[in-house]
């Protein structure tokens, strides 16, 4: 062939390869800016391929939606805050847009389009990768974010991992994990909001897409952090605050806060897969009473239930619920029981019977319901996503309510069937709407503990306690979770607090786990560490599975029974504490349980594996667990100044320290300044302690606030007013110690305030917070520090400082 014929057919050759790779080329770009509509406080957009929304929320938060067509009308399951009037200045020129609020300013680049976030003062906060911006692959949808040197990222909800998760790649998809490994994902529940960590700035992005959703944080290559969805829009919130803490108030103002729990929901839970008959329940109550070891509650696992169908009891084992109900109330106890969403199909059964004929049920594209496996046999499953069928459920309810119940326990809800593979094509109603499985799948559960709180608020006629096993963002408006089906092993453990940490640091403050474990069997020294930890959880629930050796804390012998009971007492005496941190939840969205990334974001030493399990229980209590088997551990002290919380020693922050460990004590200290409201013992949250309220105040050289609250714990009657509410202010600079004014209706049940000093160089101020364990083992007694030791630690200044005390009315 003649040489130049052959080079001029290579070049056609090579062209037409170019033409068909540009009409095939499986991703398709943002492409350039074509268009913009400028409004008050937002700007439409439209590119060569993408109708483009971004929307000022607030002088904060800025929302951006984009899709490959025409946007749709605005919905989330998600998001209940709507955009708050904010001075806004918007220009542009023909090659950019600017964005400007009082605390921040975006950048959109118009060629190709791509959206950048900067400081008022010009640092870039974060910003689009220029080229890559946002792609789609068929209905797959990704954005693109430049990674800044040494950026950190933390949060996405119920993730196993680091708490710092540069590196790692992970999706969102509701799973029915049992058993699941540390390193496993996805597990439960999908709260697809992070916070990004860099050059001293935070920042938070939450992406409201309901689709299976992958998050890359710099996992296989160097040049991106990416968050992308299956199918439906790209749709995220951006939010910039000096804080960290101030960005999950943000983030929570858009999706919503927890309402207050019933208080007997913050005390000790008694649980089994299962308990069952019903002389065994009360066996397990007399025996928590008879221990002297409080409690609140137990649950009762899916054997209660008439062949597992739900709203049903099984009359062999319990033959009169109500009088069960109302026998465990006279002892201080509530119940809770599961509730699973499979309804069995059974003629005759009354559930099935009524939600059949309502049409409550998910169906196939051709209108039958879609039927699978699950614990009953063969079950249809509700559609929560239909307002009709959240009503059929809430009456549903009322029969437990008839019964004496208190709380429901919501499984299965991912929704978990037998072989996991709900089809693609079964259709929700999706408030009219319409959405296949894919759509719907990660919001089932978030519906279904809607329709739970909604209900039981009704039926029961107060507060009611409701727990779930999944989730999506937002379910903090209605449910605690709890981090499932966990193992017996110290990995899970301290894993469990990685996990806690990060709801916390998601939105999620009412959360648990399995203390004990739930698949396998504890070790004593294992049992022992966990029951500490779980003092110091928000929910702190006992739990074992079936075919386990039993998991009561009395089972593993006195020494662990004492050392459980001696931490379940001082969570009790704590309740003044606990219930402040979970009304400040309440308030500010921030949780009791708070990874040290909220108070000490830009400190490196916290994000290290040696210290990523330590975190803050409220703002006084630095908790570092370590395996019950550890003889020494290193805990990293921050900033500032901690006190050991037995002896009362001193030790200065910002350094790390190896301590010897004893089974007897969990390593727990008290930041500089704290305030520490605390009670008399009780043996459940209705029992009345004694009248004085005793308020630990810790030297310091920081000025601290607490705002102390209390309401009957039980009604909604606090929305209108009836609460007892006010500030308690350390301040070191004037040497005064004051209790502000008193707001609220309600009546305090404290009639005396005793204020115990700790490290003033008095000589009122020793304090036993846990009693002795008895010497089981005399050569462990003789290592463990005596009240002479303690005593003498407790001062760190030669001379009694003076404070004065005002006590406002």
């Avoid at 080329?25 to 590119?47: C, E, F, L, M, W």
């Avoid at 209900?455 to 306690?465: I, L, T």
């Avoid at 469990?496 to 640091?505: A, M």
Wanted: overall charge neutral; some cysteine; charged content about 20%.
């Amino acid at each position: 062939m003649n040489l130049k014929y052959f080079a001029i057919n290579l070049f056609l050759a090579v062209i037409c390869s170019l033409m068909a790779y540009g009409k095939t080329n499986p991703v398709k770009t943002v492409g350039n800016v074509t268009a913009t509509q400028i409004g008050k406080q937002k700007v439409s957009i439209t590119t060569a391929t993408a109708h483009i929304e971004i929307t000022v929320y607030s002088a904060n938060m800025i929302r951006v939606r984009m899709d490959k067509q025409k946007l749709k009308p605005d919905f989330s399951y998600a998001v209940v805050g709507t955009p708050a009037a904010t001075k806004t200045t918007i220009s542009q020129t023909s090659k950019q847009l600017s964005i400007l609020t009082d605390s921040l300013q975006v950048m959109v680049f118009k060629k190709p389009f791509s959206v950048a976030f900067y400081t008022i003062d010009g640092q870039i906060i974060n910003q689009d990768d220029q080229s890559l911006s946002t792609e789609w692959v068929n209905e797959s949808v990704t954005t693109y974010k430049t990674l800044q040197e040494n950026e950190r990222f933390v949060g996405l909800g119920e993730k196993t991992g680091n708490l710092d998760r540069s590196g790692m790649g992970y999706t969102n998809w509701n799973t029915d994990a049992f058993g699941y490994s540390a390193s496993q994902d996805p597990i439960y529940s999908t709260i697809p909001f992070y916070m990004g960590i860099h050059h001293g700035l935070n920042y938070g992005i939450f992406m409201d897409n309901t689709y299976q959703s992958d998050f890359n944080f710099g996992a296989s290559n160097n040049r991106f952090s990416s968050f992308g969805a299956r199918g439906g829009e790209m749709n995220y919130y951006f939010i910039y605050h000096k804080r960290m803490q101030d960005i999950i108030t943000s983030y929570t103002t858009l999706t919503g806060r927890m309402k207050l729990p019933p208080i007997w929901s913050l005390g000790y839970q008694q649980n089994r897969y299962s308990y069952y008959p019903q002389a065994e329940v009360f066996r397990i109550a007399e025996t928590l009473r008879e221990k002297k070891i409080p409690a609140d509650g137990i649950t009762l696992d899916i054997h209660h239930m008439d062949k597992y169908k739900v709203f049903t009891w099984d009359k062999d084992y319990f033959p009169d619920p109500k009088a069960m109900t109302d026998k465990l109330k006279a002892m201080g106890l509530k119940l809770t029981v599961i509730v699973d969403p499979g309804v069995k199909t059974e003629q005759g059964y009354d559930t099935y019977d009524k939600g059949l004929k309502a049409g409550v049920f998910a169906k196939y594209p051709d209108g039958t319901n879609y039927t699978a496996k699950v614990w009953p046999g063969w079950c249809h499953f509700p559609d929560f996503t239909k307002p009709a069928t959240r009503s059929w459920w809430g009456e549903e309810l009322k029969k437990y309510a008839q019964d004496g119940v208190s709380g429901l326990w919501n499984d299965m809800n991912e929704i978990a069937t037998w072989g996991q593979k709900t089809p693609d094509n079964v259709v929700f109603d999706f408030e009219g709407r319409k959405a296949s499985h894919l759509e719907a799948h990660n919001v089932y559960a978030l519906e279904m503990v809607r329709a739970s709180y909604d209900g039981a608020r009704e039926a029961f006629n107060k507060r009611p306690f409701i727990l779930t096993r999944a989730g999506y963002a937002g379910l903090q408006r209605y449910s605690a979770i709890w981090t499932g089906d966990n193992r017996s092993e110290d990995s899970h453990m301290l894993l469990g607090v990685r996990l806690l940490c990060s709801l916390g640091l998601s939105g999620v403050p009412f959360t648990g786990m399995d203390v004990g474990g739930f698949t396998g069997n504890a070790s004593a020294p294992l049992f022992a560490r966990w029951m500490q930890i779980g003092a110091f959880n928000p929910y702190f629930r006992n739990h074992t599975s079936l075919n386990t050796k039993s998991a009561e804390p009395w089972t593993f012998g006195e020494e662990v029974l004492e050392i459980s009971r001696n931490y379940i007492s001082l969570r009790y005496k704590l309740l003044p504490y606990l219930y402040a941190g979970f009304f400040e939840a309440s308030t500010t969205g921030n949780p009791l349980m708070r990874s040290l990334a909220i108070d000490y974001t830009f400190d490196s030493n916290i994000y290290n594996e040696k210290f990523q399990n330590q975190y803050l229980f409220g703002a006084a209590f630095l908790v570092a667990p370590f395996a019950g088997s550890d003889k020494f551990g290193t805990v990293y002290f921050p900033e500032g100044t901690w006190y050991d919380l037995y002896t009362g020693k001193v030790q200065q922050g910002k350094q790390e320290k190896i301590i010897e460990l004893s089974l007897q004590k969990l390593p727990v200290y008290v930041k500089e300044s704290s305030i520490i409201p605390m009670q008399s013992l009780v043996q459940y949250t209705a029992q009345k302690p004694t009248d004085t309220l005793s308020v630990h105040i810790y030297n310091g050289n920081k000025v601290k606030q607490f705002v102390y609250y209390e309401d009957d714990g039980e009604s909604y009657d606090y929305e209108k007013g009836m609460f007892y509410k006010r500030t308690i202010t350390f301040d070191p600079l004037r040497q005064v110690i004051e209790f502000g004014d008193t707001a609220g209706s309600f009546p305090s049940k404290f009639k005396t305030i005793k204020i115990i000093m700790h490290g003033f160089g008095n000589n009122n101020d020793v304090y036993s917070f846990l009693p002795v364990v008895t010497a089981f083992d005399p050569e462990k007694a003789q290592k463990e520090v005596g009240l002479e030791e303690a005593v003498q630690s407790l001062y760190h200044s030669n001379e009694p400082v003076k404070f004065s005390i005002k006590i406002k009315k």
